[in-house]
C-alpha cells in the first residue's frame, strides 16, 4: 500500500514498504523549472530526515526515469531480477 509523504498540487510522492525496504514512488501532475526546484526542496527536507535507506526501481528504462533517479540522488544499487522474470534497475538512496 502506498502512503503519501509529500503533497503538492503539482506532485505526490508515496512510500511503500516491500520486503521490510522503503519504496519511493511519484506521481507529477505538472512540471516546470519552478515545480522541479520545490520538489527538489521538499524532496531533500523529507529523504534527509528518514533513518533508513530509501530504494526506487523504476518499471521503464528510459532518459526521464534516469534523470529523476539522478536528481532525487539515488545510485545504481544492483541490477535486480523482479519475480516476472525481468531484471530491471534498483536504487537506493541514503544519508
Partial sequence: MKTPVIQSKDYTV???LVQ?????????HRWTKEVKKQFTTDWLQWASEQNKPLYAMPFIDNPKMDKWVAMCGFKLFEMHQCTDGVIRKLYRWSK
Avoid: K, T
Wanted: proline share 0%; no cysteine.
Fill in 14 to 16: 508515496y512510500v511503500e
Fill in 20 to 28: 521490510g525496504l522503503i519504496f519511493i514512488h511519484m506521481d507529477v
